[in-house]
């Protein structure tokens, strides 16, 4: 399994390039003119998703809770000559989802892809010790407002004939001491079966990412320590703590019509930490 690994990365380049010849096209751009929602993408993964679908040609809408951040990584990535955009949108609020999905298409004139990318964990310890309140606020943005900021982009992204839609998720075996955050993006896993299955019939293809230890501020209460994130390292094949941009590039891809026969698939990018989902 090792061999075949390190033969691979060693023959990429070559692989890529008969792969080419062979459709008898040089692909670039795979997302070109296609509209894309980021929610939460103006720090750590959700920037270098949005980062990487403008890239490959999407157009952009970012979108934060505060105007400041929003500001600020629309002006860094137009400035890297990015078509990108962006809007301030607390995902569980209704008012600002029908906004982000109405400003979206007031500017592009539809959307094709949703990457549901918001998330909150108010709570590190004990499950025995997690209040009522935590609980709803937990499930609230990290399932509620993922299942109706879907349902609001669907039918925008039906208008357009294609459209993968996205719901980005966390590595469900974490630790124990993030008992809600954990069961919550969980039930991501099966929201993403579900929608799967119904909207495949719409032509919409419904996919999970679930990240392991990607080193942002979010996790930093994880990794901050040097001797936890020695410790987390040992577990993992590849010895390092992952980098947003090792998510984006498989994002873009689901996103692709390369994934044109994937739908209600979760896609672990853990560096090899055992899981299973």
């Given amino acids: 399994m090792q061999e075949a690994r390190l033969l691979l990365g060693r023959g990429a ?3 890529k390039s008969v792969r080419m010849a062979s459709s008898g096209v040089t692909r670039r751009n795979p997302l070109a003119n296609k509209v894309a929602l980021v929610t939460a993408s103006t720090d750590g993964i959700g920037l270098a998703i ?4 403008a890239e490959d040609g999407a157009h952009v809408v970012i979108s934060s809770r505060k105007q400041q951040n929003v500001d600020r990584t629309v002006a860094t990535l137009q400035g890297e000559g990015l078509s990108v955009t962006g809007i301030v949108c607390h995902v569980g609020k209704a008012e600002d989802r029908e906004r982000l999905v109405t400003t979206a298409v007031n500017r592009h004139g539809g959307i094709d892809i949703l990457v549901s990318n918001a998330a909150v964990n108010p709570f590190f310890g004990n499950m025995m010790d997690v209040t009522e309140d935590v609980w709803d606020k937990v499930l609230k943005i990290n399932v ?3 299942a109706m900021m879907t349902k609001a982009v669907v039918p925008e992204i039906e208008k357009r004939g294609w459209g993968p839609t996205r719901a980005v998720v966390s590595m469900t075996k974490g630790p124990s001491n993030l008992g809600p955050y954990n069961v919550s993006k969980t039930a991501l896993l099966g929201l993403t ?3 799967a299955s119904e909207l495949a019939s719409k032509n ?5 990412l679930a990240p392991g230890l990607i080193k942002t501020h ?3 209460v994880l990794w901050s ?3 936890k994130e020695e ?10 703590l992952g980098k947003p941009g090792d998510c984006a590039g498989i994002v873009s891809f689901l996103c692709s019509e390369d994934a044109s026969y994937i739908t209600g698939e979760t896609i672990v990018v853990g560096g090899g930490t055992p899981s299973r989902l």
Avoid at 204 to 208: D, H
Avoid at 231 to 240: D, E, F, L, T
């Fill in 50 to 53: 949005a980062r990487r679908l």
């Fill in 13 to 15: 380049r070559a692989w």
């Fill in 193 to 195: 079966k579900n929608l």
């Fill in 144 to 146: 509620t407002a993922t």
């Fill in 204 to 208: 919409i293809r419904v996919n999970c």
């Fill in 218 to 220: 979010f996790s930093s």
């Fill in 231 to 240: 410790m987390i390292k040992k577990a993992m094949n590849i010895r390092r």
């Fill in 225 to 227: 320590d040097e001797s």
